[in-house]
């Protein structure tokens, strides 16, 4: 799919072409659109015609485009689909577009689904998880970096080297102690023009409050927009 967004005439184009009955058509332009706008068109289609599109999506992009559509078309789609083109579609999901779709999914899908994450990644969805949608809690991204303390920058550039990528809109990494609890934030402006020798504990910003994971959507907001933030760290009773 292309990684860019169409306008709106080309929708209207594939709106045409489906009308016409001209389905090669229709197939080839809409594994040329981004998900959000695959997404875009099978909300505003009758259930016929969007059974018709849903049908030509690429199995690769099943996924992507799930997690772009609102509830209720997604709950009808999931409702049609094969069990294992389900589990196909879940596969390499971000935790928290998994936790968006996981509800909708048969029993049977979502026990599978979660046997096949890795121990970490199934306590994190579980926090997502354990919130409502509209809390900070449920609002968070699992797909978190942090890092120890008592780390050196060397070794913490070494970590993010092996990662590959972080999350996107990641202008900090968590600090977190024992037991996995917040003590501060260590900003990457810092990480990359302190001493490589220097430890994470000497650079990082310990004054940085995290947002309790219990705090309303509205509150979140106001927080980001007050503090001026980018990303926040979110925590439970226990500071984790």
Partial sequence: MKQQPQTKSDLEILRTA?????????????????????????????????????GVVNPEDEGEVLVQLNDEVRTRLIE??????????????????????IADLPETITQQV??????????????????????????MNPNTVSVRPDLTLKVV???????????????????????????GVLLISRLVTQGPGKTVAEVMDDSVEPIHASTPAAEVAKEFQNRDLIAAAVVDENGR
């Fill in 18 to 54: 489906l009308e016409s009955g001209t389905m090669q058509q229709v197939e080839r332009m809409v594994n040329t659109l981004h998900p959000a706008d695959v997404a875009l068109l099978l909300e505003s289609l009758p259930p016929p015609e969007r059974n018709i599109v849903w």
């Fill in 80 to 101: 049609g689909m094969p069990l294992d083109e389900l589990v196909t579609a879940t596969e390499g999901m971000e935790l928290d577009d998994l936790a968006d779709v």
């Fill in 114 to 139: 979660i046997r096949s994450l890795s121990q970490q990644d199934r306590e994190r969805l579980h926090d997502v998880l354990a919130y409502p949608e509209d809390s900070a809690g449920g609002l």
């Fill in 157 to 183: 550039l070494r970590y993010l080297r092996m990662l590959g990528e972080v999350p996107d809109n990641t202008d900090a990494l968590f600090v977190v102690g024992r037991q996995n609890r917040y003590v």
